[in-house]
């Protein structure tokens, strides 16, 4: 079962890789927040791989709580605000907001207690983890529930904006593709919380398969637009 998060974390980080050469290319600050989003996907996918392949421990499972359950969808979503208002004021707001919960995040799971026998489970949730209403255990409800929220919004704004257009046809597409697979990413929750193993690595593989396919298809757009030749003058 370890192969199937492995295979995860490798298209995580291909991911990562391209938004990082886009980044590099354009200078594009929604693209280094994506990026950053996907290289915590792929850090908590790995941390998935160990668990299940040798025992969980504190170290492995906050990891993955941390960068896979509530902060990678923060990420994305303030990537899609910064894409959506292109304004150097949105990023002075967005930066130390991110810098915030990411701190907020790693302080409450460094304080948090952890029930070490539930880390013998093959997929340990994290009621059992940090105990039921714990503020570990509500990180997601109080920071990632939201920001899927501003995500779906957002990529559902972008996608009507581009509708009816066919020189952003597959932009609109590959728009539509990111939004699907990061839902298919968030339903997984409730395989995590079940302690549904196969259920999740399934979400988990679909979701971020379907999310890349959506970037890939959506960077079309930037390499047919140059190929479209000038009618001649009359």
């Known amino acids: 079962m370890w192969l199937f998060p492995l295979l995860a974390a490798i298209v995580a980080f291909a991911f990562a890789a391209a938004l990082g050469r886009q980044f590099f290319d354009r200078r594009r600050p929604y693209q280094l927040v994506w990026m950053l989003a996907l290289a915590m996907f792929?850090?908590?996918?790995l941390a998935v791989v160990a668990g299940v392949a040798s025992g969980w421990s504190r170290f492995t499972y906050e990891l993955y709580w941390a960068f896979g359950a509530v902060l990678n969808v923060p990420f994305l979503a303030a990537g899609e605000v910064v894409l959506l208002f292109r304004r150097p004021a949105v990023l002075w707001v967005v930066g130390p907001v991110l810098i915030f919960v990411t701190a907020y995040t790693l302080a409450v799971l460094q304080g948090a207690d952890v029930v070490a026998s539930a880390l013998g489970e093959q997929l340990p949730s994290g009621k059992d983890v940090f105990g039921d209403g714990t503020a570990a255990h509500r990180l997601p409800q109080?920071?990632?529930?939201p920001s899927y929220a501003?995500?779906?919004?957002?990529?559902?704004?972008?996608?009507w904006r581009m509708r009816g257009r066919p020189d952003l046809r597959d932009r609109f597409t590959g728009t539509v593709l990111i939004a699907i697979g990061a839902t298919v990413v968030a339903g997984g929750a409730s395989f995590s919380a079940a302690g549904e193993l196969v259920g999740f690595i399934?979400?988990?593989?679909?979701g971020i398969a379907v999310m890349f396919g959506g970037f890939?298809?959506?960077a079309r757009v930037r390499t047919a637009v140059p190929a479209v030749q000038p009618e001649p003058a009359t």
Do not use: E, K, Q, Y
């Open 42 to 45: 792929g850090l908590a996918s």
């Open 142 to 145: 109080l920071i990632s529930i």
């Open 202 to 206: 399934a979400t988990l593989i679909v």
């Open 216 to 218: 890939l298809r959506s």
């Open 150 to 159: 501003v995500l779906i919004a957002g990529t559902a704004w972008s996608a």
